[in-house]
T-cell receptor, first 115, second 112 residues
Framework: GAVVSQHPSWVICKSGTSVKIECRSLDFQATTMFWYRQFPKQSLMLMATSNEGSKATYEQGVEKDKFLINHASLTLSTLTVTSAHPEDSSFYIC???????????FGAGSRLTVL | TQLLEQSPQFLSIQEGENLTVYCNSSSVFSSLQWYRQEPGEGPVLLVTVVTGGEVKKLKRLTFQFGDARKDSSLHITAAQTGDTGLYLCAGVRSNQGGKLIFGQGTELSVKP
């Protein structure tokens, strides 16, 4: 079955630093990947759509200069949280879509804690 | 405003009881999915419904898609402690690039 790997699974950083989270589709090519953010006891909020070879499409209210997304290959998308602050602490989850199917495979998530 | 209204948001029941979770919207979805998520993990797909009026069963779980494809429900029969978790409905709207939009989620706790 389709597998999506996220790395790191958890990260702690100091305020003001930048953190990169990777999302890899291990056994399929993903032309589209999605990045979500989830606060405790809440649902997933779509942040952006990452398309291979083109600029990401950000949801309303998401700062594109704050959350940099790069989708340089068909198996890898990265989310960089720049100049992280404590309010950026959250669970970040990616998902990948195989081909033209509407079924997404989710990664296990990356928990970011900014001190 | 929330595109997908999920209710209830919290549910605590005894083992053996039945329960239903609802997912409602004023928008039409080309498909609707139900996920279950454990703490610290990504959501895991339970089922996808595509056709209006469709009913799918997964052991003790019954999923239904409304005739107008605007709403869905998840019914669990004889809940077990292992059913405890966060249940999420998520919809795909036509011409939205395949974006999956999630409801608020239902935190289910099944007590022994």
């Amino acid at each position: 079955g389709a597998v999506v790997s996220q790395h790191p699974s958890w990260v702690i950083c100091k305020s003001g630093t930048s953190v990169k989270i990777e999302c890899r589709s291990l056994d399929f090519q993903a032309t589209t990947m999605f990045w979500y953010r989830q606060f405790p006891k809440q649902s997933l909020m779509l942040m952006a759509t990452s398309n291979e070879g083109s600029k990401a499409t950000y949801e309303q209210g998401v700062e594109k200069d704050k959350f940099l997304i790069n989708h340089a290959s068909l198996t890898l998308s990265t989310l960089t949280v720049t100049s992280a602050h404590p309010e950026d602490s959250s669970f970040y989850i990616c998902s990948a879509r195989r081909g033209g199917a509407n079924v997404l495979t989710f990664g296990a998530g990356s928990r970011l804690t900014v001190l | 405003t929330q595109l997908l209204e999920q209710s209830p948001q919290f549910l605590s029941i005894q083992e053996g009881e039945n329960l239903t979770v609802y997912c409602n919207s004023s928008s039409v979805f080309s498909s609707l999915q139900w996920y279950r998520q454990e703490p610290g993990e990504g959501p895991v797909l339970l089922v996808t419904v595509v056709t209006g009026g469709e009913v799918k069963k997964l052991k003790r779980l019954t999923f239904q898609f409304g005739d107008a494809r605007k709403d869905s429900s998840l019914h669990i029969t004889a809940a077990q402690t292992g059913d405890t978790g966060l249940y999420l409905c998520a919809g795909v709207r036509s011409n939205q690039g395949g974006k999956l939009i999630f409801g608020q989620g239902t935190e289910l706790s099944v007590k022994p």
